[in-house]
């Protein structure tokens, strides 16, 4: 955490590290948004990126995954996320996978980009702004199933994680997430996810 309202998860050397808000929170709908900055990035590292986690692990808000492509997230068990990796080209996915080319809205830029994510039944839309070019966002739909099914619970752990490759290759981003926000609609209002109160549990590993 480098202020009250912002998260600092990578702080620019191999690093994967994970937090979570420290109490479940209803997954049946819900939105989700925040601003998200790679702060820097190196070219030529293995995928780094950041993930939206929902889990119900046996390490509660201690979980942690693979890093490296892994993004924190890999490995973790009855967990799902939403990853945002940052290479050549930003790419969206359901789960540690390909994913989608964001056009224009590009993390490498440096600049701040808005995400909101709306889950309801059993889809999940996801849309990115890039606030310093209007009218350019990534707008994306998935099928991601129930929820509450696959993690056994209609709550879960809200979170994210983040992996920035290794010291053989270099790697070395720095992620700001900032203005969390999370609502379980149609409960009117927003839960303000500050960075103080999401630290209820970090875990790190840093690559030697």
Known sequence: MINPGTLEITSGTPQVRSVFFNTRQPIQTFMVSFRLQAVSLNPISTPQGVCLINQNNAAGAGAVGLGNGGLGFA???????????AVDTTRVAWGVAPGTTT?????ASNRPLDVTMNYVGTQLSVTIDDPALPGVEY?????????????????AFIGFSASTGTATNLGGATFHISDIAYSA???????ALGAACLIAARRRRDSM
């Open 75 to 85: 490995g973790m068990q009855n967990a799902r996320a939403l990853a945002i990796y």
């Open 103 to 107: 056009g224009a809205a590009q993390l």
């Open 139 to 155: 707008i994306g739909q998935f099928e991601v199933g129930s929820l509450s099914t696959q993690l056994g619970n209609s709550q």
């Open 185 to 191: 609609v149609p409960a009117p209002g927003a839960v």
